[in-house]
């Protein structure tokens, strides 16, 4: 194809692209039916991944729940019986150590089945400035809330490319898109994340496996009890998220094949302003709002969780 022509096609399809956009945010898409699909979320046993594990039980889906916690799990498979899951199996498993990942995969497939809808939402969080951060806890830090993401999509997405149908889910952060004091860690394990998550978007495309979706999700701080402590400046225009709200829009997102969720809204806006102004502007904007110095009153969840 010669250069006129390829030109004229990419901008047909640019612009029809960008007025597909603007249509979806007036009239949404249909949603997905997820109803048998098979499920997996890593850290269901508490907060979003229990809410996410609750949600699509009621829709119909087979749910298979994660954990390093027998406790949270065993609460977990009650609540999504209660809401109607027909088939729900929990499995103990630390998403910090890959040859776990891949022995309870296996488990998994041989008595569930191929998993249709990956959740990559274990997380952890230090809290403490990058240099009192001791080493273990950062490795353990990269290893659950990016590592193990690696070794989730080798155990499930060769059967998804098979069949040429399935929906991989990053749980990921609005730390991924900025960085933040005393986030060094968090903020470097969710950008690795959110990149990870897109290469494979690209790889898909590549290989023409049109049935593979990816859902990057990217909100600001979650009310979980993960970020306890934390405040925001301003929480009419930052709020701290109900998990609630947060599960509805994350599945939302997956049945209407929503390559990115960004939670609240603003967070979209901030995003482009950060690509284009002066460094010192977005300080000003970030000191503004309250995130140059939001985790210093961070406490985190009590040791127990």
Same mark, same amino acid.
């Given at each position: 194809?010669?250069?006129?022509?390829?030109?004229?096609?990419?901008?047909?399809?640019?612009?029809?692209?960008?007025?597909?956009?603007?249509?979806?945010?007036?009239?949404?898409?249909?949603?997905?039916?997820?109803?048998?699909?098979?499920?997996?979320?890593?850290?269901?046993?508490?907060?979003? !991944?229990?809410?996410?594990?609750?949600?699509?039980?009621?829709?119909?889906?087979?749910?298979?729940?994660?954990?390093?916690?027998?406790?949270?799990?065993?609460?977990?498979?009650?609540?999504?019986?209660?809401?109607?899951?027909?088939?729900?199996?929990?499995?103990?498993?630390?998403?910090?150590?890959?040859?776990?990942?891949?022995?309870?995969?296996?488990?998994?497939?041989?008595?569930?089945?191929?998993?249709?809808?990956?959740?990559?939402?274990?997380?952890?969080?230090?809290?403490?400035?990058?240099?009192?951060?001791?080493?273990?806890? @950062?490795?353990?830090?990269?290893?659950?809330?990016?590592?193990?993401?690696?070794?989730?999509?080798?155990?499930?997405?060769?059967?998804?490319? $098979?069949?040429?149908?399935?929906?991989?889910?990053? @749980?990921?952060?609005?730390?991924?898109?900025?960085?933040?004091?005393?986030?060094?860690?968090?903020? $470097?394990?969710?950008?690795?994340?959110?990149?990870?998550?897109?290469?494979?978007?690209?790889? +898909?495309?590549?290989?023409?496996?049109?049935?593979?979706?990816?859902?990057?999700?990217?909100?600001?701080? /979650?009310?979980?009890?993960?970020?306890? !402590?934390?405040?925001?400046?301003?929480?009419?225009?930052?709020?701290?998220?109900?998990?609630?709200?947060?599960?509805?829009?994350?599945?939302?997102?997956?049945?209407?094949?929503?390559? +990115?969720?960004? @939670?609240?809204? /603003?967070?979209?806006? *901030?995003?482009?302003?950060?690509?284009?102004?002066?460094?010192?502007? $977005?300080? *000003?904007?970030?000191?503004?709002? !309250?995130?140059?110095?939001?985790?210093?009153?961070?406490? !985190?969840?009590?040791?127990?969780?």
């Amino acid at each position: 194809m010669n250069f006129f022509l390829e030109t004229l096609k990419f901008i047909v399809l640019l612009i029809y692209y960008l007025l597909e956009s603007l249509v979806f945010l007036v009239v949404p898409g249909r949603k997905k039916n997820v109803s048998g699909e098979i499920v997996l979320i890593t850290g269901a046993g508490s907060g979003l !991944g229990r809410l996410l594990a609750i949600k699509f039980a009621s829709l119909g889906a087979t749910v298979v729940l994660w954990d390093i916690n027998q406790e949270g799990l065993n609460y977990t498979v009650k609540l999504a019986r209660e809401n109607g899951a027909g088939r729900v199996h929990s499995y103990i498993c630390d998403c910090s150590k890959r040859q776990d990942i891949y022995r309870v995969a296996d488990q998994v497939k041989k008595e569930v089945g191929d998993v249709s809808i990956l959740i990559n939402n274990a997380g952890i969080v230090i809290g403490k400035r990058f240099l009192d951060s001791p080493d273990p806890l @950062i490795e353990k830090t990269m290893e659950v809330n990016t590592m193990a993401h690696f070794w989730t999509y080798k155990a499930f997405l060769p059967a998804m490319i $098979a069949a040429n149908h399935g929906h991989l889910v990053s @749980i990921a952060s609005c730390a991924g898109l900025c960085g933040g004091s005393q986030a060094s860690d968090y903020c $470097a394990s969710k950008f690795a994340a959110i990149g990870f998550a897109e290469s494979i978007d690209m790889e +898909m495309k590549v290989l023409r496996k049109t049935g593979v979706k990816t859902t990057t999700v990217c909100p600001f701080f /979650i009310n979980t009890g993960m970020f306890d !402590g934390v405040k925001s400046k301003w929480p009419h225009v930052l709020p701290f998220l109900d998990p609630a709200y947060v599960a509805d829009r994350v599945i939302s997102a997956v049945r209407q094949n929503q390559e +990115m969720l960004m @939670i609240p809204r /603003i967070i979209y806006f *901030l995003f482009y302003l950060k690509t284009f102004l002066p460094v010192k502007a $977005a300080v *000003l904007i970030l000191d503004y709002l !309250g995130c140059l110095d939001v985790m210093s009153t961070f406490k !985190g969840r009590p040791k127990k969780e």
